[in-house]
């Protein structure tokens, strides 16, 4: 069912429904959201990704769709899907993508629109005071007020998606940094460097290509916070990291220095 309504180039927002008013939401949120999709606007999605997929649908999967409570049947699929292949893996996944975002925050803050947009993906940019997403279908859309969505994800691997239709906050969607990450959980450590100081800062000082709080790192490493805690303390004082608060997090960060040592290629 799931794959009959993904066609190639468009699927249904109300199956995967993007954040709104900037505010965290859980899974559970999100599976509420999608339980509260008004029966008419299923309907016309569903005809719609229907009609742009490539082949027939199976005689089961079209009476599925056609039930009165098929926004219902959907959410619960999607439920039994996420407690089987997500849930395990769901910590990892979310620092993935709050990394993702203290990056992007940070690069907006220190030098502007242009540099935050500069490698989310080919196709987004910004350009004369607009955020860009070139597509085959061109679209202008006024924001009046509403703000735009930067939804990072680890799922999404060609291409940038879009949000644009009411009643659904604009949105843009695109791949996370670190998302490789999820299939090469290990950065590969320089000997030279492990030796230097010490396989867990080595491991740490790589995984700060990009910044991160200690709860992330945590999570990541499987350390404890204090062990965490230290090696940074560690790192801070020998001047290859940095650190810096933002929002409630303190975030860390390699050093010009630092960047130069994980540089450093195995011997």
């Known amino acids: 069912m799931l794959r009959a309504l993904r066609p190639e180039e468009w699927g249904p927002d109300f199956i995967a429904p993007p954040p709104s008013g900037g505010m965290a939401r859980t899974p559970s949120d ?16 569903i005809g719609r990704a229907l009609a742009l997929g490539s082949g027939p649908v199976a005689d089961d999967v079209t009476r599925v769709l056609e039930r009165d409570d098929v926004v219902e049947w959907l959410a619960e699929a999607q439920e039994g899907l996420w407690r089987l292949l997500i849930a395990p893996d769901w910590p990892q996944l979310l620092a993935i993508l709050d990394r993702d975002v203290l990056f992007r925050a940070d690069r907006l803050v220190r030098s502007g629109w242009a540099a935050a ?3 989310l993906h080919e196709r987004v940019r910004w350009e004369a005071g607009a955020v860009v997403v070139r597509d085959r279908s061109p679209l202008e859309i006024d924001l009046d007020g509403r703000g735009l969505m930067f939804v990072p994800s680890v799922f999404l691997h060609r291409g940038a998606a879009t949000y644009s239709e009411p009643p659904w906050q604009p949105a843009v969607v695109y791949a996370a940094r670190g998302s490789a990450a999820l299939w090469d959980p290990e950065p590969t450590t320089p000997p ?12 740490l000082l790589l995984r700060l290509e990009s910044p991160a709080s200690t709860t992330q790192l945590c999570t990541l490493t499987g350390h404890t916070l204090g062990a965490i805690g ?6 801070r004082e020998s001047g290859l990291v940095t650190r810096t608060r933002i929002g409630r997090s303190v975030v860390y960060r390699r ?8 540089a450093v290629g195995p011997e």
């Open 117 to 119: 947009l500069e490698d």
């Open 230 to 235: 230290d090696h940074l303390r560690v790192l």
């Open 30 to 45: 999100d599976l509420a959201v999608i339980r509260g999709t008004p029966l008419p606007v299923a309907r016309e999605q």
């Open 192 to 203: 030279a460097l492990a030796r230097l100081l010490g396989r867990t800062r080595a491991d």
């Open 255 to 262: 050093t010009p220095v630092g960047d130069v040592l994980a």
